[in-house]
T-cell receptor
Framework: GQNIDQPTEMTATEGAIVQINCTYQ??????LFWYQQHAGEAPTFLSYNVLDGLEEKGRFSSFLSRSKGYSYLLLKELQMKDSASYLCAVRDSSGTYKYIFGTGTRLKVLA | DSGVTQTPKHLITATGQRVTLRCSPRSGDLSVYWYQQSLDQGLQFLIHYYNGEERAKGNILERFSAQQFPDLHSELNLSSLELGDSALYFCASSVDGQGPTIYFGEGSWLTVV
């Protein structure tokens, strides 16, 4: 089976750092992806990990541990515009290359 | 703008009816994915096509069907609509499914009344 877990909601203050965790159990693994989605809008790609370790992209970083089935997205220097849902997704390795999404973490950034 | 185009953007229809949602992938992309997102729910994978052939099926109801045409655009057909089918339907595309990401269209809002 496939299961992806993320916290439902998080709150943080402008300028702070927040870490959004994601744990997964999937029958196959070919990469972990993070997307940002504002309400009613399309998800937009943030980062991608296929090997263990940290990937840094400006204010956003993502970490992966395949042995633990664990990833996190780190957002630094939070801005009000970062208030959105953050979706963790795993890509299947069975050759179908389908992406399975978690239910997302709704982040509220407070002034 | 991701380059993925979906039409219509909004659609209101009655229960029991049938609708077709259309997706044009980014230029050069061979893979098309369809997802359903109900209010406050995650993205539910429906189906994946690659170069005209079905590659993977998710939680797609029998009342729903899809296809990808030779010009690579795709259509999602929803029939015998129920109130619970009201959702945002996203199409996404990628070059071949193995690239670093998939790109989402703006979605089609379907309201069944």
């Amino acid at each position: 089976g496939q299961n992806i877990d993320q916290p439902t909601e998080m709150t943080a203050t402008e300028g702070a750092i927040v870490q959004i965790n994601c744990t997964y159990q999937t029958s196959g693994f070919n990469g972990l992806f993070w997307y940002q989605q504002h309400a009613g809008e399309a998800p937009t790609f943030l980062s991608y990990n296929v090997l263990d370790g940290l990937e840094e992209k400006g204010r956003f970083s993502s970490f992966l541990s395949r042995s633990k089935g664990y990833s996190y997205l780190l957002l630094k220097e939070l801005q009000m515009k970062d208030s959105a849902s953050y979706l963790c997704a795993v890509r299947d390795s069975s050759g179908t290359y389908k992406y399975i999404f978690g239910t997302g973490t709704r982040l509220k950034v407070l002034a | 703008d991701s380059g993925v185009t979906q039409t219509p953007k909004h659609l209101i229809t009655a229960t029991g009816q049938r609708v077709t949602l259309r997706c044009s992938p980014r230029s050069g992309d061979l893979s098309v994915y369809w997802y359903q997102q109900s209010l406050d729910q995650g993205l539910q994978f429906l189906i994946h096509y690659y170069n005209g052939e079905e590659r993977a099926k998710g939680n797609i109801l029998e009342r729903f069907s899809a296809q990808q045409f030779p010009d690579l655009h795709s259509e999602l057909n929803l029939s015998s609509l129920e109130l619970g089918d009201s959702a945002l339907y996203f199409c996404a595309s990628s070059v071949d499914g193995q690239g670093p990401t998939i790109y989402f269209g703006e979605g089609s809002w379907l309201t069944v009344v």
